[in-house]
């Protein structure tokens, strides 16, 4: 996907945050996850999060449920950034939880757009920890809604 021809507000934006905790998202759950912008550019972003306790299971680890708002939280502020007049939503994600992330670790969430449809658009997303071991991964599609973006 060309970054060039893509250029648009919302991506724009989210370039001038890289770098930055993400306290400011429009997402509530964004908020919480409270992760830092690592990478963005059109159709791939990369997100930071360190573990919390509060996001574990009671073995001390990364619980799968956060980890699935993680990755849905990533793909949908990615899919956002593609510029589109309507908002999308997930209607499916399907994930798999593969090694264990534990509390004080800091993993990355990459996500990146593999077809962009006019009306779905399919995403995959890993959660890598720093020895690069995927922790998590989905696939997941969203679906264009009525809900039309002003920004």
Same mark, same amino acid.
């Given at each position: 996907?060309s970054?060039?021809?893509?250029?648009?507000?919302?991506?724009?934006?989210?370039? $001038?945050?890289i770098?930055?905790?993400?306290?400011?998202s429009i997402?509530?759950? @964004?908020?919480?996850l409270? @992760?830092t912008?690592?990478e963005?550019?059109?159709?791939? /972003?990369?997100?930071?999060? $360190? %573990?919390?306790? =509060?996001m $574990?299971?009671?073995?001390?680890?990364?619980?799968?449920?956060?980890?699935?708002?993680? /990755?849905? =939280?990533?793909?949908? $502020?990615?899919?956002?950034?593609?510029?589109?007049?309507?908002?999308? +939503?997930?209607?499916?994600?399907?994930? =798999?939880?593969?090694?264990?992330?534990?509390? @004080?670790? +800091?993993?990355?969430?990459?996500?990146?757009?593999?077809?962009?449809g006019?009306? %779905?658009v399919h995403?995959?997303?890993?959660? %890598?920890?720093?020895? @690069?071991?995927?922790?998590?991964k989905?696939?997941s599609?969203?679906?264009? +809604?009525?809900?039309?973006?002003?920004?």
């Open positions: 996907m970054d060039v021809a893509e250029i648009n507000p919302r991506l724009e934006f989210l370039r $001038t945050q770098g930055n905790d993400m306290s400011k997402s509530p759950i @964004g908020r919480w409270s @992760g912008l690592r963005v550019r059109y159709g791939a /972003m990369s997100v930071d999060f $360190t %573990i919390r306790e =509060d $574990t299971n009671p073995m001390g680890i990364l619980h799968g449920g956060a980890a699935s708002a993680i /990755m849905d =939280d990533v793909i949908g $502020t990615m899919v956002f950034a593609l510029g589109r007049e309507f908002a999308y +939503t997930s209607v499916n994600l399907n994930c =798999d939880f593969l090694n264990p992330a534990r509390l @004080g670790e +800091t993993i990355t969430a990459h996500a990146k757009v593999i077809r962009a006019k009306n %779905i995403c995959e997303c890993e959660i %890598i920890n720093a020895e @690069g071991r995927i922790v998590a989905c696939a599609n969203l679906i264009q +809604t009525g809900l039309r973006l002003t920004v």
